[in-house]
């Protein structure tokens, strides 16, 4: 079992900055992955930023230049840095882990979620 447990959000205007953080706990030696998805009202889910353990890091090309992902040398914290914010990125921000089991089966888990606001 993994938990995540988001941190950060907020509301900004256009152009800001805000930093969403995830502290994980539990198997942390059963994450392959782990990263942030959004979703917007009416909206579906969607990837907005990865790392793997290598670590390799993968981009939704509409946040491509502005936003990174980051994580500890384990799987303790990721965080996702969001520079240049436009209103399109308005959503709730969900942290996700990927873990393999003993069994060799994988495993989605997800945060509660964190609403980030940009709006003037």
């Known amino acids: 079992q993994v938990q995540l447990v988001e941190s950060g959000g907020g509301s900004v205007q256009p152009g800001g900055s805000l930093r969403v953080s995830c502290a994980a706990s539990?198997?942390?030696?059963?994450?392959?992955?782990m990263g942030w998805y959004r979703q917007a009202p009416g909206k579906e889910r969607e990837v907005v930023a990865q790392i793997t353990s290598t670590p390799k890091t993968n981009y939704a090309d509409s946040v491509k230049g502005r936003f990174t992902i980051s994580r500890d040398n384990g799987w303790n914290m990721v965080s996702l840095q969001m520079n240049n914010l436009k209103p399109d990125d308005t959503a709730i921000y969900y942290c996700n882990a990927g873990a393999v089991t003993a069994r060799g089966d994988e495993l989605a888990y997800w945060g509660q979620g964190t609403q980030v606001t940009v709006s003037s």
């Open positions: 539990g198997s942390l030696h059963s994450i392959f992955v």
